[in-house]
């Protein structure tokens, strides 16, 4: 299976698996399921590491050759997900959220979730 973790999972993940929810931990660690991160991840951790925020204080370089290293692929914004989020329901109201929401309906890729509210939106998203 094909699971797109959110931001927060990925910083977790970036500081050892011992860092991630049980169930988190489950399901990455499954041999059979391929791991991928978004390029709007990235964004957010530049945009909130520049605001000061302590919980996205990363490397943003470090952390993609690490991930890429570790095994994850990368997945960039295209335009199709730009537009499919003009077709979500408003639930949550964060962008980076909503990009990475778009781009697992249009991948078709399972987004892994700690927020309670991205888990509300239909689609192949599942809270950990």
């Known amino acids: 299976m ?4 959110d931001t927060h999972l990925l910083l977790w993940a970036a500081q050892g698996v011992d860092h991630l929810p049980m169930d988190a931990r ?3 660690c499954e ?3 391929e ?5 709007a991840s990235l964004w957010e951790i530049v945009i909130k590491c520049g605001l000061g925020r302590e919980d996205f204080k ?4 470090v952390l993609r050759r690490g991930l890429l290293d570790s095994g994850y692929f990368e997945l960039p914004i295209f335009s199709e997900h730009a537009a499919a ?5 408003p639930i949550h109201k964060d962008p980076f959220d909503r990009m990475l929401v778009a781009q697992a309906i249009v991948e078709g890729i399972t987004l892994l979730t700690v927020d309670m509210q991205v888990a509300k939106y239909p689609g ?4 950990v």
């Not at 094909?2 to 973790?5: D, G, N, T, V």
């Open 2 to 5: 094909k699971l797109l973790l």
């Open 31 to 33: 041999p059979e399921n």
């Open 35 to 39: 791991l991928f991160f978004s390029v």
């Open 85 to 89: 989020i003009a077709t979500l329901p």
């Open 124 to 127: 192949p998203v599942q809270r």
């Open 26 to 28: 489950r399901v990455m």
């Open 58 to 61: 990363v490397d943003p370089q």
